[in-house]
Antibody
Framework: EVQVLESGGGSVQAGGSLRLSCAAS????????MNWVRQAPGKGLEWVSG????????YYTDSVKGRFTISRDNSKNTLDLQINSLRAEDTAMYYC????????????WGQGTLVTVSS | DIQMTQSPSTLSASVGDRVTITCRAS??????LAWYQQKPGKAPKLLIY???TLESGVPSRFRGSGSGTVFTLTISSLQPDDFATYSC?????????FGQGTKVEIK
């Protein structure tokens, strides 16, 4: 059974940092891209960042470039998101989402970890 | 970035109704479009990918169609479990982008 489980969320002041983690199981981790998708309270979904199965390719939405860093450890089946220079607009539920075998859609999602940024 | 616009934003319907949600892309995404269902407090669930391919385990009352810039999600006979928010997502061009969501509520 595929499972992804996020951790690391919390409340932080603007300008601060957090490191989100995602533990994956039930599939060959290094064969799949992994992603972070966020959802601000009462808002729609926003893809934040993705990383290829090998880790060689990383991708970001413009609003987080230079502040967020995605990484993965294929020996531990974990995905991380280092979030720096947090802003109020980064407040959201952050979901870890497994990429599909072919294509950039997401076939399994975690339950999310909440990041709250106070100014 | 490719903008995805869904209509309507909210839809009121009754059990048994046929429901159609439209997703429009600001430029062609070919057939690289997915649909998700999300219930309050829960993670999204994949329903359809490549515009019209039903994810394993998803009931056949869900149907996706379209290509290029206009796509539709149709629920042929709305069931109580289908009251949720539905979102489209393009994966033709980075950054991947979602529609704003369509909430299907009980009439």
């Amino acid at each position: 059974e595929v499972q992804v489980l996020e951790s690391g969320g919390g409340s932080v002041q603007a300008g601060g940092s957090l490191r989100l983690s995602c533990a994956a199981s039930g599939f060959i981790f290094n064969s799949y891209a992994m992603n972070w998708v966020r959802q601000a309270p009462g808002k729609g979904l926003e893809w934040v960042s993705g990383i290829s199965g090998s880790g060689a390719g990383t991708y970001y939405t413009d609003s987080v470039k230079g502040r967020f860093t995605i990484s993965r450890d294929n020996s531990k089946n974990t995905l991380d998101l280092q979030i720096n220079s947090l802003r109020a607009e980064d407040t959201a539920m952050y979901y870890c989402a497994k990429g599909a075998r072919v294509g950039g859609y997401f076939d399994y999602w975690g339950q999310g970890t909440l990041v709250t940024v106070s100014s | 970035d490719i903008q995805m616009t869904q209509s309507p934003s909210t839809l009121s319907a009754s059990v048994g109704d046929r429901v159609t949600i439209t997703c429009r892309a600001s430029q062609s995404v070919s057939s690289w479009l997915a649909w998700y269902q999300q219930k309050p407090g829960k993670a999204p669930k994949l329903l359809i990918y490549e515009a019209s391919t039903l994810e394993s385990g998803v009931p056949s009352r869900f149907r996706g169609s379209g290509s290029g810039t206009v796509f539709t999600l149709t629920i042929s006979s709305l069931q109580p479990d289908d009251f949720a928010t539905y979102s489209c997502q393009q994966y033709n061009t980075y950054p991947w982008t979602f529609g704003q969501g369509t909430k299907v509520e009980i009439k």
